[in-house]
């Protein structure tokens, strides 16, 4: 099972970015890692308890 309250260090970042064939600049990777770490805590307030077969549509109301 993953570890959902690890914080990705600056080097998994740079060797994730280096995998996908990205390279950036050191200010764009001190960005990219405040990004990453942004996501990261808004992934981790998703609802969890959702189904795969869920779905949510019913939230819009569909006005005719």
Do not use: W, Y
């Not at 060797?15 to 390279?23: D, E, F, P, S």
């Not at 808004?42 to 959702?50: H, V, Y």
């Amino acid at each position: 099972m993953a570890d959902h309250n690890h914080q990705l260090s600056e080097e998994e970042i740079t060797l994730m970015l280096r995998r996908a064939g990205v390279t950036l600049p050191a200010e764009q990777l001190e960005r990219c890692c405040a990004v990453v770490a942004r996501l990261e805590a808004a992934a981790r307030r998703l609802r969890k308890d959702l189904e795969r077969t869920d779905e949510p549509a019913s939230v819009f109301l569909i006005r005719r």
